[in-house]
């Protein structure tokens, strides 16, 4: 058990931290080494099994995350982007491998994130699934084949929690459809019509973002022809698909070099 990486989760009492905790709990591939929240969040203080509503664990929900990181060898972490910014120092400085769920991240936070790789292994990835991964290349690929003719849409819809828009998923999604193309999402990305649009710009990729309800996940990926259409689809339907995958990249990211790596780095496709 004492050989076996042990993992830190941030935001413990959130609905991923919750999930990535049962998860880390049930594998024999890894240990819990610790839990954080942040100052005066309920959970801190308490034992991670007690407030999961079983037996305690051993292991105390803490606001000190450079401590909890310093015993560990990863740390998960879907929070919120100041948080993760943080937590990428902190887990640079314990040389801890950073697994980063977290969406919504802005240029200003990803530069430091890559300030951080330049000291330790980062994984991040706006969806950590094998299925969403597979539905990135997939859109390469069909993005590749067919002309800017037909137009790309991205249509995403989430829960009514979520903060950001468009999900993280659906900006790799459009990536990837740009890169399939050889354009800049950046310079072609259309989003939020309301109103007197005009017409859609040739070689635009829209996005659409519904939220509602307890929806996990869900993203079409939309190229629409003259009289035809394709459609590429993932729905999850159980956040553990995610926690799975995070905890598999905190175990492919140990002994790897500094650097920031992604799903498709640890998965392989
Ligand atoms: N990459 C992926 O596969 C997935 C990414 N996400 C992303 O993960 C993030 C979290 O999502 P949810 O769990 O649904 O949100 P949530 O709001 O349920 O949980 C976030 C947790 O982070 C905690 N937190 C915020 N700031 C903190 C700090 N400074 N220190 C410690 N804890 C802090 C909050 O107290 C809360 O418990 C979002 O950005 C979401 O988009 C969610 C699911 C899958
Ligand atoms: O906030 C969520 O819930 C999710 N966020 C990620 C995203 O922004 O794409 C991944 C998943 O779709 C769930």
Same mark, same amino acid.
């Given at each position: 058990?004492?050989?076996?990486?042990?993992?830190?989760?941030?935001?413990?009492?959130?609905?991923?931290?919750?999930?990535?905790?049962?998860?880390?709990?049930?594998?024999?591939?890894?240990?819990?080494?610790?839990?954080? &929240?942040?100052?005066?969040?309920?959970?801190?203080?308490?034992?991670?099994?007690?407030? #999961?509503?079983?037996?305690?664990?051993?292991?105390?929900?803490? /606001?000190?995350? #450079?401590?909890?990181?310093? !015993?560990?060898?990863?740390?998960?972490?879907?929070?919120?982007?100041?948080?993760?910014?943080?937590?990428?120092?902190?887990?640079?400085?314990?040389?801890?491998?950073?697994?980063?769920?977290?969406?919504?991240?802005?240029?200003?936070?990803?530069?430091?994130?890559?300030?951080?790789?330049?000291?330790?292994?980062?994984?991040?990835?706006?969806?950590?699934?094998?299925?969403?991964?597979?539905?990135?290349?997939?859109?390469?690929?069909?993005?590749?084949?067919?002309?800017? /003719?037909? /137009?790309?849409?991205?249509?995403?819809?989430?829960?009514? !929690? !979520?903060?950001?828009?468009?999900?993280?998923?659906?900006?790799?999604?459009? &990536?990837?459809?740009?890169?399939?193309?050889?354009?800049?999402?950046?310079?072609?990305?259309?989003?939020?019509?309301?109103?007197?649009?005009?017409?859609?710009?040739?070689?635009?990729?829209?996005?659409?973002?519904?939220?509602?309800?307890?929806?996990?996940?869900?993203?079409?990926?939309?190229?629409?022809?003259?009289? &035809? *259409?394709?459609?590429?689809?993932?729905?999850?339907?159980? *956040?553990?698909?995610?926690?799975?995958?995070?905890?598999?990249?905190?175990?492919?990211?140990?002994?790897?070099?500094?650097? &920031?790596?992604?799903?498709?780095?640890? #998965?392989?496709?």
């Amino acid at each position: 058990m004492g050989n076996l990486p042990g993992i830190v989760i941030t935001g413990a009492s959130g609905r991923m931290g919750q999930m990535l905790l049962r998860t880390v709990l049930a594998s024999d591939k890894c240990r819990l080494a610790g839990a954080v &929240e942040r100052t005066g969040n309920p959970w801190v203080g308490r034992d991670v099994g007690e407030m #999961l509503g079983g037996q305690h664990v051993g292991v105390t929900v803490t /606001d000190d995350a #450079l401590e909890a990181f310093a !015993k560990a060898q990863a740390v998960i972490d879907f929070t919120a982007p100041a948080a993760t910014v943080e937590f990428a120092a902190l887990a640079a400085q314990a040389r801890a491998v950073h697994v980063i769920g977290t969406t919504g991240l802005e240029a200003e936070h990803l530069a430091k994130i890559a300030a951080a790789a330049r000291h330790a292994v980062i994984v991040r990835a706006g969806n950590m699934s094998l299925g969403v991964n597979l539905l990135v290349k997939l859109t390469q690929k069909v993005a590749e084949a067919l002309d800017a /003719d037909w /137009d790309v849409e991205i249509v995403e819809a989430h829960h009514n !929690k !979520k903060i950001d828009a468009p999900s993280g998923t659906a900006l790799m999604l459009g &990536e990837a459809a740009a890169e399939g193309r050889g354009v800049s999402l950046a310079q072609m990305r259309e989003s939020g019509r309301d109103g007197i649009t005009g017409a859609r710009a040739h070689g635009a990729i829209g996005f659409s973002a519904i939220r509602g309800g307890d929806i996990v996940g869900e993203h079409d990926v939309i190229f629409a022809g003259a009289g &035809e *259409r394709v459609i590429l689809r993932h729905v999850a339907t159980d *956040r553990g698909i995610f926690a799975r995958g995070a905890l598999r990249a905190a175990i492919w990211g140990q002994n790897k070099s500094p650097g &920031e790596y992604d799903m498709i780095d640890v #998965l392989g496709l």
